[in-house]
């Protein structure tokens, strides 16, 4: 267990210090956690991404440590009275073990399902998959970074054979001629990185922002399109039509590292800048100035984020962004290439290491007779017992508590009641389960809804690795052990497979599991235990090895030398060889070693506007928030800073509507409504109103988007569907 000597005023304490790194977004900001008499503070570290810079989210990230409202011993829910009543850690696990046990034998293994996070480690990450597959034998395991990253890494194993955010180095943007952002808001997002853009724009380059809304970021670009919500597939497609009529197509490249050409080139005939004007509103004056940019530039970055991603056609939409990339020669020349901008804190390494539905360790195919070989091996099982591919994770979500859908579902870094799409319908299935799990470090809205609750440690107590937005595994340092009360997660999967493994064991009926069993040298508890290790540094030495020869291979990147070298890139096989800072400068990750191109057209918003709902709604993030806010929210600063959700909307659009800036709106759509203030803003289209998805209850932004969901990758449209808007 990891129960530690620790008070929450620690008197006497000596003064200690590690270096780390940001609990929240991908760019993982380098800090110093400093730790005395008066409690933990956070101090700015130089690191090569951050440079010295934390967001006003990292310097407040220690508030969290020694919060009020933090959990410190499990919830179990009360069949009597339906509250959660706290419970020791034996009871709330039992009830646990019985609740799987009961909805297994009754309806079968994939009755149980787990949902992961992208902000978890690499280790738990992995030791949560090998869970779900050898453990609890369910097929059914999914994350939400399926609500982040899907698109994005969908179209780069099409288009490149691997799926790495940034194949180059972060530093590579300060460098760049031309910057080309669409959907990407970093000046909120990740304020840190602006810096690389600021660097990039003194050295004389040029920084193009494609983005429906006047953002903080695209007030500093030197050329801001705007276009509808929805219509950025068709951007790209006019961009590169205006490339190859202006002869700006890098025809060596194409021919000597890519294939299939031709069919883009024929497909984006007809994307003729007037005809993308009227789909999308971006001037073809504007359109012709960014080609050009693009294709006369020396260094040229072409960057995706959640703008362009987050929608029923996103893998399409990335795809015309590296289309364009590839026919002008992008992707391994120096100082250019394209990338997407990952958003979690280990939204990269968290889509690696096996706890999404299709995929094992290292980046492997769970459909990959070989892969399932390797990775059993390691796991100590017959290949034929892992389970197959699951479902993308709002299609499992949508289906619990259905018939034939799982009716137990274990959650462990995550807050679906706010982040999922369409969350009152997603909130109703969980309500429905016969048993919900929930590992958190507060009282989510999901845990909220629990049967149990199991109180976590935060990052400042436990060790693991993260990996960064550019593909850098990262070392996570434990300042402190976690208050008496609450165990890590691996902490958790590793009691949960001891008890879960007694099944059946008649040798004693109080038997301690993780302690050895005196009835039997053959204890199956002890060895679950033992194959489901709590300390980080022993799963992450097994999960170097089930990547070996992966995509993601991690086999050569030693705690030792993230230590020495700031960070490590993946793939790394050997200790004693390079790491990879930069992809494809002789070959693409695909059997040829050729770029693939993939003709892509533009289809409209799976919703579209009508008379009863005219306007488009569009999310996205603030600067003072992170994510569902389970943790930001209850942050004294960012509280003041962004209390409460608001929709933003054009003053013409609020006059028509008979609007005032911070008069109480409603917005509708056919799945649910938001209410919070308007707030009024030239910067936003007259046609488009935006709301902020970090919220819950009335001000939920989720309660309105939409399910629909990308045919390739599962990501759901959470950047269009149509609305109405009113005075409340
Ligand atoms: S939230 Fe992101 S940008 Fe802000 S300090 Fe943390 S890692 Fe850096």
């Not at 499992?396 to 799409?421: E, I, K, M, Q, Y």
């Given at each position: 267990?990891?129960?530690?000597?620790?008070?929450?005023?620690?008197?006497?304490?000596?003064?200690?210090?590690?270096?780390?790194?940001?609990?929240?977004?991908?760019?993982?900001?380098?800090?110093?956690?400093?730790?005395?008499?008066?409690?933990?503070?956070?101090?700015?570290?130089?690191?090569?991404?951050?440079?010295?810079?934390?967001?006003?989210?990292?310097?407040?990230?220690?508030?969290?440590?020694?919060?009020?409202?933090?959990?410190?011993?499990?919830?179990?829910?009360?069949?009597?009275?339906?509250?959660?009543?706290?419970?020791?850690?034996?009871?709330?696990?039992?009830?646990?073990?019985?609740?799987?046990?009961?909805?297994?034998?009754?309806?079968?293994?994939?009755?149980?399902a787990?949902?992961?996070?992208?902000?978890?480690?690499?280790?738990?990450?992995?030791?949560?998959?090998?869970?779900?597959?050898?453990?609890?034998?369910?097929?059914?395991?999914?994350?939400?970074?399926?609500?982040?990253?899907?698109?994005?890494?969908?179209?780069?194993?099409?288009?490149?054979?691997i799926?790495?955010?940034?194949?180059?180095?972060?530093?590579?943007?300060?460098?760049?001629?031309?910057l080309?952002?669409?959907?990407?808001?970093?000046?909120?997002?990740?304020?840190?990185l602006?810096?690389?853009?600021?660097?990039?724009?003194?050295?004389?380059?040029?920084?193009i922002?494609?983005?429906?809304?006047?953002?903080?970021?695209?007030?500093?670009?030197?050329?801001?399109l705007?276009?509808?919500?929805?219509?950025?597939?068709?951007?790209a497609?006019?961009?590169?039509?205006?490339?190859?009529?202006?002869?700006?197509?890098?025809?060596?490249?194409?021919?000597?590292?890519?294939?299939?050409?031709?069919?883009?080139?024929?497909?984006?005939?007809?994307w003729?800048?007037?005809?993308?004007?009227?789909?999308?509103?971006?001037?073809?004056?504007?359109?012709?100035?960014?080609?050009?940019?693009?294709?006369?530039?020396?260094?040229?970055?072409?960057?995706?984020?959640?703008?362009a991603?987050?929608?029923?056609?996103?893998v399409?939409?990335?795809?015309?962004?590296?289309?364009?990339?590839?026919?002008?020669?992008?992707?391994?020349?120096?100082?250019?290439?394209?990338?997407?901008?990952?958003?979690?804190g280990?939204?990269?390494?968290?889509?690696?290491?096996?706890?999404?539905?299709?995929?094992?360790?290292?980046?492997?195919?769970?459909?990959?007779?070989?892969?399932?070989?390797?990775?059993?091996?390691?796991?100590?099982?017959?290949?034929?017992?892992?389970?197959?591919?699951?479902?993308?994770?709002?299609?499992?979500?949508?289906?619990?508590?259905?018939?034939?859908?799982?009716?137990?579902?274990?959650?462990?870094?995550?807050?679906?009641?706010?982040?999922?799409?369409?969350?009152?319908?997603?909130?109703?299935?969980?309500?429905?389960?016969?048993?919900?799990?929930?590992?958190?470090?507060?009282?989510?809205?999901t845990?909220?809804?629990?049967?149990?609750?199991?109180?976590?440690?935060q990052?400042?107590?436990?060790?693991?690795?993260?990996?960064?937005?550019?593909g850098?595994?990262?070392?996570?340092?434990?300042?402190?052990?976690?208050?008496?009360?609450?165990?890590?997660?691996?902490?958790?999967?590793?009691?949960?497979?001891?008890?879960?493994?007694?099944?059946?064991?008649?040798?004693?009926?109080?038997?301690?599991?993780?302690?050895?069993?005196?009835?039997?040298?053959?204890?199956?508890?002890?060895?679950?235990?033992?194959?489901?290790?709590?300390?980080?540094?022993?799963?992450?030495?097994?999960?170097?090895?089930?990547?070996?020869?992966?995509?993601?291979?991690?086999?050569?990147?030693?705690?030792?030398?993230?230590?020495?070298?700031?960070?490590?890139?993946?793939?790394?096989?050997?200790?004693?060889?390079?790491?990879?800072?930069?992809?494809?400068a002789?070959?693409?990750?695909?059997?040829?070693?050729?770029?693939?191109?993939?003709?892509?057209?533009?289809?409209?918003?799976?919703?579209?506007?009508?008379?009863?709902?005219?306007?488009?709604?569009?999310?996205?993030?603030?600067?003072?928030?992170?994510?569902?806010?389970?943790?930001?929210?209850?942050?004294?600063?960012?509280?003041?800073?962004?209390p409460?959700?608001?929709?933003?909307?054009?003053?013409?659009?609020?006059?028509?509507?008979?609007?005032?800036?911070?008069?109480?709106?409603?917005?509708?759509?056919?799945?649910?409504?938001?209410?919070?203030p308007?707030?009024?803003?030239?910067?936003?289209?007259?046609?488009?109103?935006?709301?902020?998805?970090?919220?819950?209850?009335?001000?939920?932004?989720?309660?309105?988007t939409?399910?629909?969901?990308?045919?390739?990758?599962?990501?759901?449209?959470?950047?269009?569907?149509?609305?109405?808007?009113?005075?409340?």
């Amino acid at each position: 267990m990891t129960d530690g000597a620790w008070s929450a005023t620690r008197p006497g304490l000596a003064p200690r210090e590690v270096a780390t790194h940001c609990p929240y977004c991908a760019l993982q900001c380098g800090m110093t956690l400093r730790e005395d008499d008066a409690g933990v503070t956070v101090h700015p570290r130089q690191f090569p991404t951050n440079r010295g810079g934390l967001c006003q989210k990292g310097w407040t990230a220690a508030e969290l440590l020694d919060h009020p409202q933090r959990l410190t011993t499990p919830l179990v829910r009360d069949p009597a009275t339906g509250e959660l009543r706290p419970a020791s850690w034996d009871t709330a696990l039992d009830r646990v073990v019985a609740g799987i046990r009961a909805v297994q034998d009754d309806a079968g293994r994939d009755a149980v399902a787990v949902f992961g996070g992208g902000g978890l480690t690499n280790e738990k990450a992995y030791a949560l998959g090998k869970f779900a597959r050898i453990g609890l034998r369910t097929r059914n395991i999914d994350y939400n970074g399926r609500f982040c990253m899907s698109s994005a890494a969908a179209a780069g194993m099409r288009a490149f054979g691997i799926d790495r955010g940034l194949p180059f180095p972060l530093a590579d943007l300060g460098r760049a001629d031309t910057l080309l952002l669409v959907g990407a808001n970093p000046a909120e997002t990740m304020p840190p990185l602006v810096r690389w853009l600021t660097e990039q724009r003194r050295g004389g380059g040029k920084l193009i922002v494609v983005d429906p809304r006047v953002t903080a970021t695209a007030r500093q670009a030197d050329l801001h399109l705007q276009p509808l919500p929805g219509t950025d597939l068709a951007v790209a497609n006019a961009l590169l039509h205006i490339a190859l009529t202006e002869g700006w197509v890098d025809r060596a490249y194409v021919a000597d590292r890519t294939t299939g050409f031709d069919a883009v080139r024929r497909s984006v005939a007809a994307w003729w800048p007037a005809r993308a004007e009227q789909l999308s509103g971006v001037p073809v004056a504007d359109l012709e100035a960014t080609a050009r940019a693009l294709g006369t530039g020396g260094r040229v970055i072409i960057l995706t984020a959640r703008g362009a991603e987050q929608h029923a056609k996103g893998v399409d939409t990335v795809s015309a962004y590296v289309n364009l990339a590839l026919a002008l020669g992008l992707p391994g020349r120096d100082g250019s290439g394209y990338g997407c901008l990952t958003g979690q804190g280990n939204g990269q390494g968290g889509r690696e290491h096996g706890q999404k539905a299709d995929q094992l360790p290292g980046y492997r195919k769970i459909d990959d007779p070989a892969a399932r070989e390797h990775v059993a091996r390691v796991w100590g099982v017959p290949a034929d017992e892992l389970p197959g591919p699951g479902v993308p994770a709002y299609q499992l979500l949508d289906s619990l508590g259905t018939p034939g859908g799982p009716r137990a579902l274990l959650v462990f870094g995550s807050n679906p009641v706010v982040s999922a799409p369409r969350a009152a319908r997603i909130e109703g299935r969980l309500r429905d389960l016969d048993l919900l799990v929930v590992a958190d470090l507060l009282l989510s809205e999901t845990a909220a809804l629990a049967d149990v609750v199991l109180p976590t440690a935060q990052w400042a107590e436990e060790d693991g690795t993260m990996t960064n937005l550019e593909g850098r595994v990262l070392r996570r340092r434990a300042l402190r052990p976690p208050p008496p009360g609450v165990r890590t997660d691996l902490a958790i999967i590793s009691d949960l497979a001891a008890r879960l493994a007694t099944e059946g064991c008649a040798a004693t009926d109080d038997c301690a599991p993780t302690d050895g069993c005196a009835a039997t040298d053959d204890c199956a508890a002890t060895d679950a235990a033992a194959r489901f290790p709590a300390d980080p540094g022993t799963v992450f030495a097994e999960l170097r090895r089930a990547s070996a020869g992966g995509a993601a291979d991690y086999a050569g990147i030693s705690w030792d030398r993230i230590d020495a070298d700031d960070g490590v890139y993946w793939p790394c096989p050997t200790e004693d060889g390079p790491d990879t800072p930069r992809l494809f400068a002789d070959r693409f990750a695909t059997p040829d070693g050729r770029a693939r191109f993939h003709p892509v057209d533009h289809r409209p918003a799976a919703e579209e506007v009508c008379a009863t709902y005219p306007l488009h709604f569009t999310t996205g993030r603030v600067l003072a928030q992170y994510q569902s806010g389970t943790q930001t929210r209850r942050v004294a600063a960012l509280r003041r800073a962004a209390p409460e959700a608001y929709v933003e909307l054009h003053p013409d659009l609020a006059a028509r509507l008979g609007i005032d800036d911070g008069d109480p709106v409603r917005v509708t759509s056919r799945r649910g409504e938001l209410r919070a203030p308007a707030r009024l803003s030239a910067g936003i289209r007259p046609d488009t109103v935006f709301a902020p998805f970090h919220y819950a209850g009335a001000g939920r932004a989720n309660s309105v988007t939409n399910d629909a969901v990308d045919p390739i990758c599962g990501m759901p449209e959470f950047k269009i569907c149509a609305v109405r808007v009113e005075k409340a």
